[in-house]
């Protein structure tokens, strides 16, 4: 193939937009991560249930026109279910004195996330679905990019802005933050641990969930879409660095470009296959991801 | 002490049982049910090995699966594109397995807890993406056709096959469980940092467990692969990791004879629920739920302090192969 620089650039473009989409979903698991010190393995499952949550809203509530609607209404219902499902399954770890906690919440979600996905085949049959939204095509200096991907690329900076000011401009924030350090710390300055950790476990799947309702008219709605995107939430958090936000963003972006590039430069059929090479090539220089503290040893 | 003793009897007669049962099977058994049965006992072999890593070392591996599926296409590669025999095919399937498990355990070997299981997980999807991906050569979601061992599909040679391969294996797995590696590798799960202050080698029994783990699952992919005589990356899925997570928590994680009693139990049950089709998996997640949040231990643990209280004795505290 020939390359020129604006094939080089309409890629890099293409990258850094599916990147910023990758970076919510990364940021929804590595703030579940950050406070509850737990993998939520069903991640991949919310995202699909945004999207399926989108496409039912769109195709019979809002209509076309008022696709952003479904996205917002995504958004409180997936919260609702995040609170409901972390009072069911993830808080009796931190309310009951459990003994090897991990063992626990990986099972747990991984059951969690083979109910859900196999729930959504029961019930939607294994079709592949897509909500009627066209935005058609706008042009990026001169290079014409699809709407859909450019409104889910504004909505997903729209979603990390807010995010990021709610952590550091409010109050709920800075008790997240202060649960991310100390756990211990924050009982003790009156707020109640188990409630931050069902709000933020409702954060983060519904960043997870946004990621699907934003990506449902690019990447189609089945059963098991979530899948290879939650596979690359997780490797953008080993990029990145367990527990780090800025990591997740970052690594996001990178594996966006990555691909994107890789794709075009390397062979397509393997995308999917390039953030795990640059997986490897990270750690190989440093261990602990990109923005990654060394974890110390109790 | 005195439970001690009759724990191992209870076991000795358990286990005596279960092989003649097993070896008379084909006299009363079907083609059907020994072909489920076949399967039981390779998943068996499957939840055993992976009981290894995640239940005795604390290695969460989520790649398990994969390197069944890389026993059964290294050595179905082998034979399809450079027209070996069975035999250095699976010669194949030891080395490329032995080979993957290593280097997989070299990239994970600083990595604790979750992390690893996210790389691993990441490492499985890939290889799943790229056998899809790379069709022209690995005949992706067409499928890669496998000769059989034998030269008839009946099923009961391969009965005997496998019962032969699980004994070995778990066998061989028990053995190392009882040497010193055992309490090595429990040493590494409970305290990795106490264990290296012990003077355990850490970083030599992980890679060592984890190669050992996988090429025990690529010797049963082979067999399996050259049973069921087709390939696809639908082996490769989540699914089929998550179903092996099921077994051994089922049975009891950690626990040597949970996988022998949550694998065949939870074939079985698929076997019998197959009309319902998803559904089954749907059942089985809700039942994994509710053991994790109702009975940890798992069903072998309940069949033991049940069969222990029937005959008026108190559960075993100290059993050597459970923790």
Excluded: C
Excluded at chain 2, 290 to 299: A, P
Aim: aromatic share 14%; no cysteine.
């Amino acid at each position: 193939m020939n390359v020129t620089p604006e094939l080089f650039l309409n890629f890099l473009i293409a990258g850094i937009m599916i990147g910023a989409l990758y970076a919510l979903m990364a940021m929804g698991i590595t703030f579940i991560y950050s406070i509850m010190k737990m993998i939520n393995w069903a991640m991949g499952e919310f995202y699909m249930i945004g999207s399926y949550a989108q496409w039912f809203l769109v195709s019979f509530f809002f209509g076309s026109a008022f696709w952003f609607l479904g996205v917002l209404a995504t958004a409180v219902i997936l919260f609702l279910v995040g609170l409901v499902v972390q009072w069911l399954l993830i808080r009796p770890m931190f309310s009951t004195g459990m003994e090897r906690k991990d063992e626990y919440g990986t099972v747990v979600t991984i059951a969690l996330a083979l109910f859900l996905r196999n729930l959504a085949t029961v019930l939607s049959g294994p079709n592949t679905r897509s909500p009627d939204i066209d935005l058609g095509r706008i042009m990026i200096g001169g290079l014409p990019v699809s709407g859909n991907r450019f409104a889910a690329f504004l909505g997903a900076l729209i979603i990390i802005g807010l995010f990021y000011y709610l952590l550091n401009y409010t109050w709920l924030g800075r008790a997240f933050r202060a649960g991310s350090q100390n756990r211990v710390g924050i009982q003790t300055v009156g707020i109640n641990v188990l409630r931050i950790d069902q709000i933020a476990f409702a954060i983060g799947v519904t960043l997870a969930g946004l990621a699907g309702a934003l990506l449902a008219p690019v990447f189609n709605v089945f059963p098991e879409n979530g899948a290879v995107t939650t596979m690359k939430g997780f490797e953008i958090i080993i990029i990145g660095g367990m527990g780090s936000l800025p990591g997740a963003a970052l690594g996001g972006l990178l594996l966006g470009i990555v691909e994107s590039l890789g794709s075009v430069f390397i062979d397509t059929g393997l995308r999917n296959v390039y953030g795990f090479i640059f997986l490897i090539i990270v750690l190989l220089i440093k261990p602990t991801g990109l923005f990654g503290e060394k974890e110390r040893l109790s | 002490m005195q439970n001690k003793t009759f724990s191992r009897s209870l076991n000795f007669v358990l286990i005596g049982a279960a092989s003649v049962g097993i070896l008379a099977g084909p006299l009363f058994l079907n083609d059907y049910w020994q072909h489920i049965m076949i399967v039981s006992m390779y998943y068996i072999i499957l939840a055993a090995s992976w009981n290894l890593l995640a239940g005795y070392t604390g290695q969460f591996s989520l790649a398990h699966q994969t390197f069944a599926a890389l026993g059964g296409y290294a050595s179905g590669l082998m034979i399809y594109h450079l027209k070996v025999s069975i035999g250095v095919g699976f010669i194949a399937a030891v080395l490329v397995t032995a080979g993957t498990g290593f280097l997989l355990g070299l990239l994970v070997l600083k990595m604790r807890g979750i992390y690893l299981a996210v790389a691993t997980w990441a490492f499985s999807e890939s290889m799943r993406l790229s056998i899809a991906a790379l069709y022209k050569f690995t005949r992706g979601e067409q499928g890669l056709a496998v000769p059989s061992l034998f030269d008839s599909l009946a099923p009961i040679r391969y009965y005997y096959l496998f019962f032969a391969l699980m004994v070995g294996l778990l066998l061989l797995m028990y053995l190392v469980l009882r040497s010193p590696i055992g309490s090595f590798i429990r040493a590494i799960r409970d305290d990795e940092l106490a264990a290296k202050a012990m003077g355990v080698d850490t970083v030599k029994w992980k890679l060592f467990i984890m190669t050992f783990a996988s090429t025990i699952a690529g010797i049963a992919g082979f067999f399996y692969a050259h049973y069921i005589v087709i390939l696809s990356p639908v082996i490769l899925s989540f699914n089929e990791i998550g179903k092996v997570v099921i077994m051994v928590v089922f049975g009891g994680l950690g626990n040597f004879a949970g996988p022998l009693i949550g694998a065949p139990a939870i074939v079985i049950i698929s076997e019998l629920t197959r009309d319902f089709g998803s559904w089954n998996m749907v059942f089985y997640s809700l039942i994994v739920i509710v053991i994790m949040r109702l009975y940890r231990e798992g069903l072998a643990e309940f069949f033991r302090n049940w069969i222990q209280k029937l005959f008026g004795k108190k559960p075993a505290q100290n059993n050597p192969l459970q923790e």
